[in-house]
């Protein structure tokens, strides 16, 4: 089982910042909002938090948009959210989020390995990462390390952070997409053509020829086979 550990962040969060409630801290009760698509996941979720602490008040939201209605309208102390959505994906709720509420913590749970997103995910504004596959007790650990301000990252991804963000490192070619380009090219690179990932995005082919384009440039690449063989290499697709 890999270890985990929680590092304070430069900045701690205000629990009487009402923008995202921070009611517990009075109340001894806290609240937590579980963002997933997949209803029998909330379930599962719901009721392992509320099983192993009592304190936890636990709602559900089924995608983006719904997220953003429940954490606008209501009091929050963690929001745990799901990667692959579809409409919005996490990635894109997260920023909204995090643009909208900046003090409220978020967790990011994912059946994806940490080499997937999980940097880009710190980097965005999570407070932690934890994948799907993660013993139960650990849920209830990384959401109470967030809701106290704390990131919940494991020593690995503690080291792939360092790494990125020390001085005079070369940054291998895929971590110099953008977020949108590097959805697109997880997409090319487990088969889809540009018109298959402009439905899954909801967006205009052209825009993500455009996208892919900048891709093959910024990766010196040639095509969607060189883009595949890059994938599996550094084992960024499932």
């Known amino acids: 089982m890999t270890e985990t550990i929680a590092v304070d962040p430069k900045t701690t969060i205000n629990k009487k910042d009402s923008r995202h409630g921070g009611r517990g801290a ?11 698509d997949h209803a029998i996941v909330r379930r599962g979720l719901k009721q392992i938090m509320e ?26 102390d963690v929001v745990v959210l799901d990667i692959s959505m579809p409409g919005k994906n996490g990635l894109d709720v997260l920023k909204q989020l995090k643009k909208e509420r900046p003090s409220l913590p978020v967790l990011m749970l994912s ?15 999570a407070s932690g990462y934890l994948t799907k596959d993660a013993a139960p007790d650990r849920l209830v650990e990384a959401v109470n390390a967030v809701r106290e301000g ?20 070369e940054l291998p070619p895929h971590q110099l997409l953008s977020d949108r380009e590097y959805q697109i090219f997880r ?22 020829s455009t996208h892919r384009m900048r891709i093959l440039r910024k990766m010196q690449l040639k095509n969607n086979a060189e883009i595949t063989h ?9």
Do not use: C, F
């Open 187 to 208: 997409l090319i690179a487990s088969g889809n053509t540009v018109s298959d990932v402009a439905r899954i995005l909801s967006l205009s082919v052209k825009t993500v």
């Open 26 to 36: 009075k109340t001894g009760m806290y609240n937590v909002l579980i963002v997933d």
């Open 150 to 169: 704390r990131r919940y990252i494991t020593p690995s991804l503690a080291e792939k952070l360092a790494i990125e963000l020390g001085a005079g490192h």
């Open 51 to 76: 099983s192993q602490d009592s304190r936890w008040r636990v709602a559900e939201a089924s995608d983006g948009a719904e997220a953003m209605q429940q954490v606008r309208s209501g009091y929050w």
């Open 111 to 125: 059946i994806h390995p940490e080499d997937h997103y999980a940097v880009r995910m710190i980097k965005a504004g």
């Open 230 to 238: 890059y994938a599996m290499k550094y084992t960024l697709v499932d």
